[in-house]
Structures are given as C-alpha cells and as structure tokens.
C-alpha cells in the first residue's frame, strides 16, 4: 500500500524539492504549444498540468535528440558521457511514466540514457478524464501512475485539494522535511473512480483492440498496408513524437581544431532510406513495408513478451501529428476492417 | 553498460581481391580476450573516421598480436575513403559482434554455399571445418571471375577441398549458373547435417528451400543476412528483422528462426509490394 499525504499545495512541493535540484515543468507557450521548462530559483506560478499530451514527451529529456559518442583526435577515440546533475521532472502524466518505463527497459545498458534517469525524481500525475484523443485504457496502460513507475504521485482529490502517493524510497526521502499529514483513507475509493471514468469517456476503443489483433495475428494483407503507405509522407511526425520511438544514426562532423565527433541524433524507421545499405539494397524499400514495421513494433507480440507491454501507450500524439492521417486510430481503423 | 568508442587499430596492408574488392591486413593496438575468442560469422564495426562506422566480418580473427583481416568491397563513401587511405593509418574498431555460425560442426558433414563477397563470412568456418567437418563440401558463386574474391584462400581449398566454382557469366568450359543449380550434382544421395549460406539474399532463400526440399531440417540450414548496421548493440534499430536485431540476434539465423520471424511480423517482400503500388 502506497503512502498517502495530504498536500495544501503542489507549489510548495515543487519549491520543496526544487532545493538541490533543477525542475522541470510543462508550461504554456502561449501559442497553444507546452515544452518542458526549467524553472527559475523562486517561480512560484500555479501547477497547471496541460490538458492532452503535449507534443513533446519526457522521451528527450533521457534519449537525446542529438548527443557526441565519441570525438577522434587524429590517434585516440575519447568516449563523451553527459554530466548531470540531479532534476525532478514535475508532473509526468502515466502515459508518459509508462513510456518512460518502456525506454527504461531499452535502454538498461546505455550509459547515456542511464546517467540521466538516475539522476531525475519523477512525480507523476493521475489523469482525473481522459484527454481528447487519449486511449490509453484500451493498450494496457491507465490514467493512473503505475506506481513503479515514478517517485510521487500528485492528484486532485475530491475534495478541493491534492494528495501526494509515495511510490519510492526516493521519493519518501525527499520529502521527509515537509512532515506531511497523513491523507484521508478514501484516495484509493477516489483513484478507482477516476479509472471508472476514464474509461467509460475513452469506451471500447473496438478499432484499437481488433487492428492490435489483426497485428499479431500477421493476417494484414499486404495491399493494405500498402494504401496506408500511399498516405505515408515520411516525415517522421509520428516517431518524433512518440514517446516509445528510440531509433538513431550516426552523424559525423569536424569540429573546431580538427577533431571529429561522433554524434547520435534521432532517426526514423519510415524514412525511405532507413534499411537502404550501402549495396543500394533495401529490406524496407517501400512506404507499405515501413509502415507495417513501425505498427508491428508497437504491437507484435514479442516485442510486447519481451517488455512486458506494448510500445504504444495510448498517447494519440501520432493521430495528432500524421498529415495523411494514419496515426494509431488512422491505421487501427483500417487495418481492422472486413 | 555498452561501449560505443571505437579502439584504435592500424591499417597494415592491403591488396586487391576481386573486383572493387581490397582484402585489408589490420593489426589492433591493444587487443583484449574478446578479440581472440571472435568466432567465424561475427563481425566488428570499423570506424573511418570521418566517414562513419560500417560493419564487416573477419576473413581471419584476431591472433595474440591482434591481426586479423577483412574483405571489404568498395560498394559506399566510406569503402570509398578507406580504400584511398594510406598504410600505417588509424581506424577504429568494436567487436567482435553480434552471433557467429553454429559450433557444433564436428564429425558432421557440412555444406558451405557461398555468393559473391558472401564468401568472407564463410572463409574462417570452412578452414575450421575442413580440420574437423567428417565431411566438408563448398560450392562458390560470382556473377563472373573476375568478381571472385579471396583469391588466396580459394587456391588453397581448392587443392585439397570439396569445392565447387560457378559464375552467372563463366568462361568458357568453366562451369556455369547459380550454386542452387549444382546442388543435386554435388550432394548426390546425400543430405548434409548443416548447411551453411551466405550471399545475396535471394540465393540464401533459394538454396535455404532447395535444401529443405531434400529433407535437411530447417534448424539445420544456416544463413548469415546482411543487414544496415550502425549501434551493434539492438539499439539504433536500423537492422531489423521482424522483432530481431541482426546486429545482437544475428547476422547469422537457421532458417527456422528467419521463417518464424517473417511469419510472426507478417514480412512481406519488395516484389510483393511493388505489385500492389
């Protein structure tokens, strides 16, 4: 059983932990876009988590969009590794926490990755109503925060203020020094309610459970696929944004005084040349074949045995992001047709 | 926690082997017991720096003083600035990687098939094989003679192997047509206990169902599929094979596992999709 406080305000746990530690928030831009900000010593503006996903998840926080592996000087081969220091990340919705989980996993034996997540506490926000487009009842995952999957959990409460759940010795020990009061014992009643909810806002989501089906059951002909890549740009809209998307390439360049770097940066598995070896041969020639690999990674079902879950988390940034509208509900749909 | 910084190697010589084919002679600065214990099959990155890292196999693995050689084929710009590099100079290495051919050849009869530079892989398990295979029998295909390579290595089997030459385009007299069609001249009544491909993909598949065709069980017929690499380590995604990574999970697969990967990812082929475009 979690612990549970009564919290009077989120604000004064952040500036709590913020001692020691940068923070990192979702805030507004003003133009309808959120981004992760570092928040200056003192900023005491409201916590106000942002109504849907934003479009850029924790994903680059941990796994660099572009980060130096190595730098040759002529003779030797240097390794680079980041230096960071210690962060809480302020809250992280659950579908992003269970993505974060997913990467986690990936990435075990990548020192780049890892140095990042072990420096960062995690506090997780429980999802009162499902955000427009989310579906993350319907591939395993909840709008609650797994508890495993984060330091606190921070949620609204039923009666006008917030509980914090202590999901980590992490956690438990940071906020030691606030003494908070015990919360009252109806927040696990309240949490359920809230899942009730969700999911009756988000329903049966029957595309996304048959087109998962259809999937594992590789029973997708061929065709098919291959309209779906007709309206497959290759823009890379989808695996930018999606929280679970880990692919990269090495990008080589010379820098100042002669030394060479060499850089990882973000790729995309239905950019046309993604297989292209050097042979000119391609496994992955066409916008068809690519397409199908990028939903089969998300749903087959080895990937899913091997990480305990699917790579897709239920977010809906790629519905959002697809300009031929074949994000998850684009393609569940017609992958699950008759 | 993975390592992705190359250790420094020395580019000691080279020759032609093959058409747009060099056969580098490359000495690690500071081999480790990993280089030593590299098996036929597995491969290593080889950094140009500037260029980029590129995977290649070993022709010969790592000895106590770190030589060891690799076919390379000028088929990219980074073949491209190594072939122009001068000897004596520093290139980068990881490895060796990813999974070699099976080891459990001894007192078997083995059949090697083996298509244009796919020969490379192939070079290090037939001169095992050849010590302890109860029965080793090599066939070899190039699109023509000039585009044979390990010109060397092949001289030498062909003194005292089983070993069968054939070209799409062959000199006259000399034996023609893909390996698949001198299979049944070569095995005879018999069927190999391992079969052992590599090549352009379309052979491995042609020679991996010819042989299956014969009754050699498909956990027992062997390829090594080539894929673009970049990570080594299952990690930069660019060489998948259904829910494998080549680079980890391979290069090489028996066919059973190659079927049962395209089947449960519903793998579909180029030709096939370009007849539905």
Redesign the interface.
């Known amino acids: 059983m979690l612990a549970a406080h009564k919290l009077d305000s989120p604000e004064r746990l952040r500036a709590h932990l913020a001692q020691g530690r940068e923070v990192q928030e979702m805030r507004a831009d003003g133009q309808g876009g959120w981004h992760w900000q570092n928040l200056a010593a003192g900023d005491g503006l409201p916590f106000e988590p942002p109504p849907r996903p934003p479009l850029t998840s924790a994903k680059p926080l941990f796994f660099a969009e572009r980060e130096a ?2 730098r ?1 000087d ?6 680079c590794l980041p230096e960071i220091e210690p962060k809480v990340l302020f809250g992280v919705s659950a579908c992003d926490l269970r993505a974060l989980a997913y990467q986690d996993q ?2 075990a ?3 780049h990755y ?1 140095r990042r997540r072990r420096q960062t506490l995690l506090v997780g926000y429980d999802c009162g109503h499902s955000c427009a487009g989310g579906f993350c009842t319907a591939v395993g995952g909840s709008p609650l925060v797994n508890q495993t999957q984060a330091d606190l959990i921070l949620r609204r409460n039923g009666h006008g203020g917030w509980t914090l759940l202590v999901a980590s010795q992490a956690g438990a020990e940071a906020i030691a020094a606030l003494a908070l009061p015990q919360a009252p014992e109806d927040w696990t009643a309240e949490r359920d309610a809230d899942l009730a909810q969700v999911r009756a806002e988000q329903g049966a989501q029957a595309e996304i459970t048959a087109g998962i089906a259809a ?1 594992q059951a ?3 002909e ?2 098919r ?3 779906l890549g007709l309206r497959c740009l290759g823009c890379s809209g989808c695996t930018s944004v999606c929280p679970t998307c ?5 990008l ?1 360049q ?1 820098e100042e005084g002669g030394a ?1 770097l ?1 850089e ?1 940066v973000w ?1 995309s ?1 239905l950019y046309t040349g ?6 000119s ?3 992955a ?2 916008a ?2 690519r397409v ?2 990028f939903w ?2 998300k749903f ?4 899913a045995e ?1 990480f305990g879950a699917y790579g897709c988390v239920g977010c809906g940034r790629c519905d959002v992001v697809c300009p031929g509208s074949i994000g998850a509900h684009g393609v569940m749909t017609r992958i699950s047709r008759p | ?8 190697m020395i580019l000691e010589d080279a020759y032609a082997d093959g058409e747009d084919a060099r056969h580098f002679q490359l000495r690690l600065v500071d081999p480790q017991a990993t280089d030593l214990a590299a098996q036929p099959g597995q491969f290593f990155m080889l ?1 140009v ?6 995977p290649f196999t070993y022709v010969r693995a790592p000895d106590a003083e770190g030589r060891f050689s690799a076919l390379v084929r000028r ?2 710009q ?2 491209e600035a190594l072939f122009e590099l001068q000897i004596g100079s ?1 290139l ?1 290495y990881r490895g060796p990687l990813g999974r070699g051919w099976p080891h459990d050849l001894t007192g078997r009869h083995v059949l090697v098939i083996a298509g244009g530079c796919g020969l490379a892989p192939l070079a290090g398990l037939i001169d095992a094989a050849r010590d302890n295979a109860a029965r080793l029998q090599v066939i070899y295909g190039a699109r023509h003679p000039g585009a044979q390579v390990l010109a060397r290595e092949r001289a030498r089997w062909r003194l005292d192997l089983d070993y069968l030459e054939t070209c799409d385009v062959a000199s006259p007299g000399e034996r023609s047509g893909s390996p698949v069609a001198h299979l049944d001249e070569l095995l005879g009544q018999n069927i190999p206990d391992a079969v052992l491909c590599c090549g ?2 379309p052979l491995m598949l042609a020679s991996a169902e010819h042989c299956l065709k014969r009754g050699v069980p498909a956990v027992h017929i062997w390829l090594s599929l ?3 690499m ?2 080594g ?1 299952g ?9 494998s990574y080549a680079c980890v999970d391979g290069p090489t697969y028996n066919y059973e596992q190659y079927l049962a990967l395209t ?6 082929s ?1 030709a ?6």
């Open positions: 592996l190595f040759f002529g003779g030797t081969f240097y390794g990936f990435f034996q990548d020192e890892q999937i590789a029973s997708v061929p065709e696929w291959e309209a880990s692919c990269y390439a090495p080589e010379r060479l060499h990882r790729d598995c993604f297989q292209k070896e050097a042979s041969h391609n496994p020639a066409t068809g074949q199908q690999r089969y990674h087959g079902t080895a990937f091997r | 926690m993975i390592d992705s910084t190359p250790r420094p950094a720096p500037g260029h980029g890292e590129a088929t990219g980074l073949t520093v980068g352009p993909e080539e894929r673009r970049h990570c380590a990690l930069c995604g660019h060489c998948h094979i259904g829910a089947r449960a990812a519903g793998l579909y180029t096939q999709a370009i007849r539905h475009c």
